[in-house]
DNA sequence: AGGTGTGAAGGGTTTCACAGCC
DNA sequence: GGCTGTGAAACCCTTCACACCT
């Protein structure tokens, strides 16, 4: 009951963001359709958030979300900082920006001079030296890591540095990073290429009489 | 053996593509080192690709590559569509189109009038309407769905008429298809506020002590 | 000695199934 | 009756450990 759980939680709550403008109850059969998971999984993930519903009401919408978001997010501050401001980083910032309520992404920073100091989705752009003073000023310590595969590692590492606990990773490599940092991953390339191999078995499986 | 493994194997083809021009066998701890996984699970990954190394020279890696892509694309043609070219699809366009060789994104569709008929990255977009007409041509079963929440399911059903078989969906919400399909879902929110969520815990667990 | 391939064990996650409750 | 919470079972994935090979 960990890390697949805590993603699904996430999901949870931002179903309920939208249905509390509608119910004020919803049963775990619903949540899960919206949510694309099983009724048994919904029930069993909310175990260690500690919130109790109702057997003939189901579960109380706001009551639930304040559950949820105490158990995810905790107290504290929820800055985050992008780190590589390319192709890849601009999209990440202007998709968070409109997408994440309860996440804010206050800095970003690049190593690039032409992009320093530039407003990119209301976002300021520094220079990466300054990712230690800024980071400690703002109390950020998640990050978005989207710089070239190259430099992933160096950078990572300076983010160790200025007190990050939490990357996520597109660089397609694996970070070697102390234990208490947390990374998830973002392998594009691989979800692709997955997708691909999938799909190629699945018209390969569908078509068997082809000029045998 | 199955789904999270296929996505191991591209990986090491990715590595394995690197360290053909270096050196000519690979040892299964070094390969793991590079791709962040056990030699074990590295191993046992290789066994339904059917590939066989050595005990003192490692796996041959041109000869391992090869099996790699026979087991992970097969035959048949490898063109990719890209549906919906908002902020996170062409920036999605953009990088497959420098780093999927074996994958190319031929084509683009949007229904915004204003995008249709331009260029990007190299690639047309053309309008939604068009998508069963040059999927069929161009042999497209794969596509990558990057259209706003609302619009996705309808979408989804539409790439099924012009008879994809694989879809990369950022989308954040289940789609409902026939299990025909192959989904992978790419949730970007989701993994964000996962990190958020265990870099919190992790300055918890290392402040213990504060204004107790 | 130090590899590989793999049966067996281990660990984690999902699903089942049912007691308890309204 | 139909829902919730949860022990137990089933399932999947990873790791261990070792026979075999060079």
Redesign the interface.
Known sequence: MRERS??RL??YR?ALLELEEQQTHVFSHQLAK???VTPAQLRRDLMPVGYEGSPNRGYEVTGLLASLSAY???P?S?N?ALIGVG??G???L???TA??P??TVVAAFDTDVDKVDRIVSGCRVHHLDRLEAICAEAEI??G?LAVPKDHAQEVARRMIQAD?????NFA???LELPP???V?N???????????????????S?QPIKEA
Do not use: W
Not at 164 to 168: A, D, E, K, P, V
């Open positions: 805590i993603g996430t999901v931002r919206l949510t694309g995810l997010d905790g504290g929820h985050v192709n890849l601009r999209a990440l202007t998709y968070f997408r994440t309860n996440l310590h998640v978005i990050f606990t939490g990357i996520l397609p490599l694996p208490h940092i947390y998830e973002v392998d594009l390339t691989m979800s692709l290429e997955k997708v691909n191999c999938f799909a190629q078995q699945k018209i390969r569908r």
